[in-house]
């Protein structure tokens, strides 16, 4: 099954962009990563969870993301595709977490899923591999049925298009500044006198 047999907002495109969104936030861990200072993979792994949900959270609502929502921004940090509920986790897609397999109280509240497809307690999370350093291998969607992973499809996010987040209209608007008249602090003709009279009493 693909993601978007289990409900029709679990798109392609949808999914492709909270993959992007958690690269770019694991992304600037490891830009920011610093074992000189003390980083470590645990720091490390803290900076690019609490970036990821940033970009997720920052994204949600805003123009080409009105699909996309953060109804507990809380530390098991929910996020909504449309009607769906979804978390995301730094391992394989194969053996989540075990604290991903339980259900949340905001899925048990989820509206039916497409006819042809039971709920059945199906949780949908958002795997991120990493490799030693903390790179990205692959991010993949993920249809945990009771403990068990049903479906599992890689999400072709570094093929996609680079995201582009678009900025808000509502922003401040941006205000005129008059030029400001800058004096070069040069030689003047009294410092080039001075200069001589300088010269001249050296000499004497």
């Given amino acids: 099954m693909r993601p978007w047999d289990y409900h029709r907002d679990l798109t392609a495109e949808r999914l492709i962009k909270i993959a992007q969104l958690l ?9 920011r990563y610093d074992p000189a200072i003390g980083d470590d993979s645990w720091t490390r792994g803290v ?3 609490n970036y990821g949900r940033h970009e997720i959270s920052k994204a949600a609502g805003s123009p080409g993301f009105e699909w996309l929502s953060v109804p507990d921004p809380r530390r098991h940090f929910q996020f909504r595709l449309g009607e769906v509920v979804m978390r995301f986790y730094r391992g394989e897609a194969e053996t989540p977490k075990i604290n991903m397999l339980h259900t949340t109280e905001l899925e ?3 509206l039916p899923l497409e006819e042809q ?3 059945g307690g199906v949780k ?3 795997a991120v591999e990493t490799d030693w350093d903390g790179s ?3 991010v993949s969607f993920v249809a945990i049925r009771g403990t068990e992973p049903e479906t599992i499809w890689a999400i072709p996010f570094e093929a996609a298009p680079p995201l582009v987040l678009e900025v808000p209209e509502d922003l401040t608007p941006a ?3 008059e030029p400001v008249e800058i004096e070069l602090l040069g030689d003047t003709d009294e410092d080039d006198q001075a ?3 300088d010269d001249a009493s050296a000499t004497r």
């Fill in 117 to 119: 497809v039971p709920l």
């Fill in 23 to 31: 690269a770019r936030g694991r992304s600037h861990a490891l830009e």
């Fill in 47 to 49: 900076c690019a969870f």
């Fill in 108 to 110: 048990q509240f989820l």
């Fill in 175 to 177: 205000v005129e500044i």
């Fill in 124 to 126: 949908f999370r958002i």
């Fill in 195 to 197: 200069e001589a009279d």
């Fill in 136 to 138: 990205i291998l692959q």
